[in-house]
């Protein structure tokens, strides 16, 4: 997962707290905004594997139809958004309130990994990557609500924490790339 992948996981998971932040839960739910934005990027990790998983099948029984560079990106757009309705629809209900997030996330997230789809170990970089936006996502939640107690200055507040703690984050998920994969960014 190269750095501009990363920039798209990150710009997305601010987006995702920026919304989830005004959440009310439904009537009779007892669930909190961070549970539900947890479960909103849950979701999202996984109608992108799904729409990847899709794309990956048809392609082994399907020959990409007309122009590859412009058909690879359209097939995986849609493969994505079709796998985004399906579990959409299931968890219509409890996130209701995220419901451009869960159809059009994904779809957002699987292009920006569509470099991804020419390599070798496909499945490897691509359930890394969408691992790591996970991950992140529920370290950057996590630690969201522990800043919103937190005494932060004024000029670092909004906008300026957020981007320190993936900063933060990014340090500290590349240091275990370095680790295991023998490269650091």
């Keep these: 997962m190269n750095l501009s992948m990363r920039l798209?996981?990150?710009?997305?998971?601010?987006?995702?707290?920026?919304?989830?932040?005004?959440?009310?839960?439904?009537?009779?739910?007892?669930h909190s905004p961070f549970m539900l934005k947890c479960l909103a990027s849950f979701f999202i990790a996984f109608s992108?594997?799904?729409?990847?998983?899709?794309?990956?099948l048809?392609?082994?029984?399907?020959?990409?139809?007309?122009?590859?560079p412009v058909m690879k990106p359209f097939l995986i757009g849609l493969a994505t958004f079709l796998m985004s309705l399906i579990v959409y629809s299931g968890s219509y209900k409890l996130l209701k309130t995220l419901a451009h997030f869960l159809l059009f996330f994904p779809?957002?997230?699987n292009l920006s990994l569509t470099t991804l789809f020419q390599q070798a170990n496909f499945w490897y970089e691509f359930s890394f990557s969408l691992l790591f936006f996970l991950i992140s996502a529920l370290l950057f939640l996590g630690i969201m609500e522990r800043v919103k107690i937190a005494p932060i200055p004024t000029f670092l507040q909004g906008t300026g924490i957020q981007l320190i703690v993936l900063f933060l984050i990014f340090l500290s998920l590349s240091?275990?790339?370095?680790?295991?994969?023998?490269?650091?960014f």
């Design 8 to 30: 798209v996981a990150f710009l997305l998971i601010i987006m995702l707290h920026e919304k989830g932040d005004k959440i009310k839960p439904l009537i009779g739910m007892k």
């Design 107 to 109: 779809l957002v997230l």
């Design 58 to 68: 048809f392609l082994t029984f399907f020959k990409i139809p007309g122009n590859t």
């Design 175 to 184: 240091f275990f790339r370095g680790v295991f994969f023998q490269t650091l």
């Design 48 to 56: 992108a594997f799904l729409g990847g998983l899709v794309f990956d």
